[in-house]
């Protein structure tokens, strides 16, 4: 079965920095759109960074020159690098993936930022 495990996940202050890590198995990792979401508190879960299987990736616009997604087709890994973190980025952060017809989902890590 698909399995998603985030890693990474801190209290950090505002301005600094976070390596947020997915370790996926149960699926040929390499040929798979990779992404990462945010759901802040009380509100609803978001698409924040995508990496296709070619490597082309997407953000949405509030990290944009911030967050950088990356991923290790060897070790079955995808990361976020989180920089300039901000109090709005506060929030439970979920790597997901859609294989065989639904997304997987991680158990997701918690980022605070205080301002």
């Known amino acids: 079965q698909v399995r998603l495990v985030e890693r990474g996940g801190e209290s950090v202050q505002s301005g600094g920095s976070l390596r947020l890590s997915c370790a996926a198995s149960g699926i040929n990792f390499k040929l798979y759109t990779m992404d990462w979401n945010h759901q802040a508190p009380g509100k609803q879960r978001e698409l924040v960074a995508r990496?296709?299987?070619?490597?082309?990736?997407n953000y949405t616009d509030s990290v944009k020159g911030r967050f950088t997604i990356s991923r290790d087709n060897v070790r079955n890994m995808v990361y976020l690098q989180m920089n300039n973190l901000k109090p709005e980025d506060t929030g439970v952060y979920y790597c997901?993936?859609?294989?065989?017809?639904?997304?997987?989902w991680g158990q997701g890590t918690q980022v605070t930022v205080s301002s």
């Open positions: 997901s993936v859609k294989a065989w017809g639904r997304v997987h």
């Open positions: 990496i296709e299987s070619s490597g082309t990736t």
